[in-house]
T-cell receptor, first 112, second 114 residues
Framework: SQQGEEDPQALSIQEGENATMNCSYK?????LQWYRQNSGRGLVHLIL?????REKHSGRLRVTLDTSKKSSSLLITASRAADTASYFC????????????FGQGTRLTINP | EPEVTQTPSHQVTQMGQEVILRCVPI?????FYWYRQILGQKVEFLVS????????KSEIFDDQFSVERPDGSNFTLKIRSTKLEDSAMYFC????????????FGEGSRLTVL
């Protein structure tokens, strides 16, 4: 399958700390995306990194991609209680594939 | 801001009944998707739809499932004879540009099969 694991499965930190989540995948990709899901809600796109990019920033988000290791990380700096949610990585394959393949997700809890 | 809307938000049905979940994608989007998420598990791809036909589907999307775009705005997922294991959150998504792949998701329809 295209997707692998995310770790940790759950992460609990204090407000103001940085949160790092990791994602691994198995096959060649066109791009990798991170989504956020509040409990019981839909997924919201956060950031996309293409296979030829190594790092990308968006506000308090920083994403890295290592295609040699088939892994990505999402860093949220200066976390806030409102960042509490599940975070999923999703990969888009090559060869015209349209679908995104999602990881298991990391449940992030920010304690005030 | 344009959004994907889904109805119903929650549907409870008896095993063996037919269910239709409805979605209104963002108006200028061309690619449409259904995903599902069993409680506490990952989001799983079901089907993608473009130019009035299925372009890709997963093993989950068997003969019990069908999709349709009956008019210019709605995109529906039908489950012909529901099973207990169909209980899940079903998400509709759409995008304009297949090459980028960023998806816009609806809030989901929770299906409970009793």
């Amino acid at each position: 399958s295209q997707q692998g694991e995310e770790d940790p499965q759950a992460l609990s930190i204090q407000e103001g700390e940085n949160a790092t989540m990791n994602c691994s995948y198995k096959t060649s990709i066109n791009n990798l995306q991170w989504y956020r899901q509040n409990s019981g809600r839909g997924l919201v796109h956060l950031i996309l990194i293409r296979s030829n990019e190594r790092e990308k920033h968006s506000g308090r988000l920083r994403v890295t991609l290592d295609t040699s290791k088939k892994s990505s990380s999402l860093l949220i700096t200066a976390s806030r209680a409102a960042d509490t949610a599940s975070y999923f990585c999703a990969t888009k394959g090559v060869q015209g594939a349209q679908k995104l393949v999602f990881g298991q997700g990391t449940r992030l809890t920010i304690n005030p | 801001e344009p959004e994907v809307t889904q109805t119903p938000s929650h549907q409870v049905t008896q095993m063996g009944q037919e269910v239709i979940l409805r979605c209104v994608p963002i108006s200028n989007h061309l690619y449409f998707y259904w995903y599902r998420q069993i409680l506490g598990q990952k989001v799983e791809f079901l089907v993608s739809f473009y130019n009035n036909e299925i372009s890709e589907k997963s093993e989950i999307f068997d003969d019990q499932f069908s999709v349709e775009r009956p008019d210019g705005s709605n995109f529906t997922l039908k489950i012909r004879s529901t099973k207990l294991e169909d209980s899940a959150m079903y998400f509709c998504a759409s995008n304009q540009d297949r090459s980028t792949g960023e998806l816009f998701f609806g809030e989901g329809s929770r299906l409970t099969v009793l």
